[in-house]
């Protein structure tokens, strides 16, 4: 095992909000890249400590964005966001970036960009040691990070040598390292087999058992009521739709087919002809007759 000896300014004090006031207060949030693309358009949204939140969306439906945005790493286009007491803005800037990463951590769609050294102990070392924590003090928090995911055999290896679903559980040991308040995962199951898929599931119960504030984008809806006790869903126009429990929004089939997260067929039976929606994530179509 290598860990790399780094220098960076001393830990500061945690960042808090007070009592009764929303770890990200989001009012009337736009984004738009280069070219005009508008991915967000006025969100307005309150995120409160503990809670697991998934943002549900189509492809392109802006919840990386919002991701982006919630984590610092870029500000809104219009719009404003105080995550942790703090500007996102200003953060996005530059200013207090330091702090903020400590408390909040995103593990992107693609675990390739999280993962850039020789092993996989280095990547989860990383952090720690940017905070210029003590060598002892890095160890422990990558034991930790290592063990919570499963991974502590793995320790040794180069990321490039591991599967799709290893360098997943690389990717956010390398953020529960910091030991942030807030995790944020963009599509965390997405491209893994069905069994890796669901150990994936299982892990993201146990943080947020373990008291996080987790905030999950994703489109598939098999494994919502699992991992959330609130849905926002959004549009393809990155509108917030609907805010809800896990049940009445998977229950609004009307919804879902608008967000385009399922679709309908129309079936025709003898001269009737109506239509099923069918869940994007359903392997089978039970067509009666012919399919118009």
């Given amino acids: 095992m290598t860990i790399e000896t780094a220098h960076a300014a001393a830990p500061g004090t945690p960042l808090a909000v007070g009592p009764g006031e929303p770890l990200f207060a989001l009012h009337d949030v736009g984004y738009k890249y280069s070219g005009r693309q508008i991915a967000l358009d006025g969100v307005n949204l309150a995120i409160w400590p503990g809670e697991r939140v998934v943002l549900l969306g189509a492809n392109g439906s802006g919840k990386s964005t919002l991701l982006k945005l919630l984590d610092g790493i870029v500000g809104p286009t219009s719009g404003s966001i105080r995550a942790l007491g703090l500007d996102v803005a200003a953060v996005a800037a530059g200013e207090d970036g330091f702090h903020f990463h400590r408390e909040v951590g995103l593990v992107f769609q693609d675990p390739d960009i999280q993962l850039f050294s020789a092993t996989v102990l280095d990547d989860v070392a990383f952090g720690p040691l940017q ?23 793995l320790a040794d290896r180069a990321p490039f040598e591991l599967s799709g679903g290893e360098k997943k559980r690389a990717a956010i040991a390398s953020v529960l390292s910091l030991r942030p308040q807030v995790v944020l995962l963009d599509e965390p199951t997405a ?23 987790l905030i999950v984008a994703t489109h598939e809806l098999d494994i919502v009521p699992l991992i959330a006790d609130r849905v926002v869903v959004l549009s393809e126009q990155g509108r917030v739709v609907a805010d809800g429990t896990p049940a009445a929004v998977l229950a609004d089939r009307d919804l879902l087919v608008s967000a385009n997260l399922i679709h309908e067929h129309l079936h025709e039976h003898g001269v009737v002809a109506h239509s099923h929606p069918h869940d994007a994530w359903d392997g089978h179509h039970e067509a009666a007759g012919s399919v118009l």
Avoid: N
């Fill in 191 to 213: 491209s893994l087999d069905p069994r890796t898929k669901w150990v994936l599931v299982d892990l993201i119960q146990r943080l947020a058992a373990a008291g996080r504030t």
């Fill in 131 to 153: 905070l210029g924590l003590e060598r002892d003090e890095v160890g422990r928090r990558c034991a930790d990070a290592l063990a919570e995911m499963g991974i502590a055999h």
